[in-house]
């Protein structure tokens, strides 16, 4: 059975961004995490920012 097409997703429809602000100081400190085994400096995700992702994910209804 043929999914019907979503609507196109646009800024107001993602909320709670404005605790991401406040997230984003306490994960912080898992910035470097994983950075050690990282030999070739190219690391362009970090553990904080992937923890925002996951975060994001879970408790906005738009994405998931």
Sequence with gaps: MPQSPRAEIT?????????????GELLQQLHDV???RDRAENRSL??????MLILLYMFNP???
Excluded: S
């Design 11 to 23: 800024a107001k429809d993602i909320v709670g961004l404005k605790y991401f602000d406040q997230l």
């Design 34 to 36: 994983g950075c050690q």
């Design 46 to 51: 970090h553990m904080d920012q992937y923890c």
């Design 62 to 64: 738009v994405v998931t």
